[in-house]
């Protein structure tokens, strides 16, 4: 079954329990100055779903076009330079803003603490995948891409902070709501674990398998970060 076939499966009432969970995300006051917006969020599948039937789907042709470029853009250079999300426009407006998935919205909610102790377990998972990279295939990421990091941020008021327990239990909600696709057959294992960059590509290359598929652009990938 094809990415595009798996989407097609999951109908629009799919949705209500996800967006019943955004809407429990505390809401704040933001300055709009978009450095949060500088990395691959991670996102659920039915996140994904939502983003592609209720975001992409919606673009205007010349978007998606300019969208399509930042994408491979990102996906091609993200071992050698630190980037902005490519779903951020020219104007610094996010292109999916409605249907934007739960770190985007979670972000400026968590208590300091909780946001330093999340921060640490991600520099772990980079540090772990910058070693299988050096192992595996003789890529070493550059020294901006091993050290990035999101700083927290102050200017960002929430009605409410998180701790710990309380963003988890969210991110269990969307692992539920995965686990009723998986056992309905519409997605496998390989899709527990992804992020917004990867998935919109493999989706918006899925129309075009002649011209170039996921695992050539992989090859190509680690062609540019070995240069
Ligand atoms: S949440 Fe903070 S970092 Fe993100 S855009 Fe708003 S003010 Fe900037
Ligand atoms: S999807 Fe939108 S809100 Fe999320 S990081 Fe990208 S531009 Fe920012």
């Not at 499966?9 to 967006?19: D, S, V, Y």
């Amino acid at each position: 079954m094809t990415l595009i076939n798996r989407i097609q499966m999951i109908e629009q009432n799919t949705f209500a329990p996800l967006n019943r969970v955004y809407s429990s995300v505390p809401t704040g006051t933001c300055e709009g100055c978009t450095a949060c917006c500088s990395e691959s969020v991670n996102i659920s599948f039915l996140e994904f779903s939502n983003v592609v039937q209720n975001g992409l789907l919606k673009l205007e042709p010349h978007d998606r076009a300019a969208l399509t470029k930042r994408v491979l853009s990102y996906y091609l250079t993200e071992w050698i330079k630190p980037q902005k999300c490519p779903f951020l426009d020219d104007q610094k407006r996010c292109m999916i803003y409605e249907v934007r998935p739960l770190p985007c919205r979670l972000f400026g909610t968590a208590t300091r603490a909780a946001y330093e102790n999340n921060y640490r377990h991600i520099q772990v998972q980079n540090l772990k995948v910058a070693k299988w990279l050096a192992q595996n295939e003789k890529i070493m990421l550059s020294t901006a891409v091993r050290n990035k990091k999101i700083d927290f941020c102050e200017a960002f008021i929430p009605t409410e902070t998180l701790d710990e327990d309380s963003i988890q239990g969210l991110y269990d909600q969307l692992i539920n709501l995965d686990g009723q696709l998986f056992f309905k057959g519409i997605i496998d294992d390989s899709f527990m674990n992804e992020n917004l960059v990867n998935l919109t590509l493999a989706y918006l290359i899925a129309d075009h398998p002649n011209i170039i598929t996921m695992e050539q652009l992989y090859a190509l990938k680690c062609e540019i970060a070995k240069r």
